[in-house]
């Protein structure tokens, strides 16, 4: 059986990240209809960015997000509530709500 491309998502859409709540590492996929460019950020609840996770151009069709729980300057983020957030072109943005554990 022939194995083509994968098909283009139906709409932009950012699944639940998991496992949530979380001692180590989050994981969630970021379906794209159209090819642009994507940036990814952790923030906490007071709303400043921890960790910039992605800030390239992607294909359209499904991509794995994944933080690790480390802030940009490499150290772990405290336990609480943080923020995922991910926009495309500057033209939409998603979030995602997510927990860190001690």
Do not use: K
């Not at 001692?23 to 642009?36: F, I, P, Q, W, Y």
């Amino acid at each position: 059986m022939p194995v083509g491309p994968a098909p283009t998502p139906a709409q932009l859409a950012l699944s639940a990240p998991a496992p949530n709540p979380s001692h180590g590492e989050v994981r969630c996929e970021l379906d794209l209809t159209s090819a642009g460019q994507v940036r990814a950020e952790v923030f906490d609840a007071m709303g400043r960015r921890v960790s910039r996770l992605l800030d390239r151009s992607l294909a359209a069709g499904r991509h794995p997000i994944a933080w690790s729980g480390r802030t940009d300057d490499g150290g772990a983020a405290r336990p609480g509530t943080y923020y995922l957030r991910v926009s495309l072109d500057d033209r939409a943005t998603l979030s995602r709500g997510l927990t860190r554990l001690r």
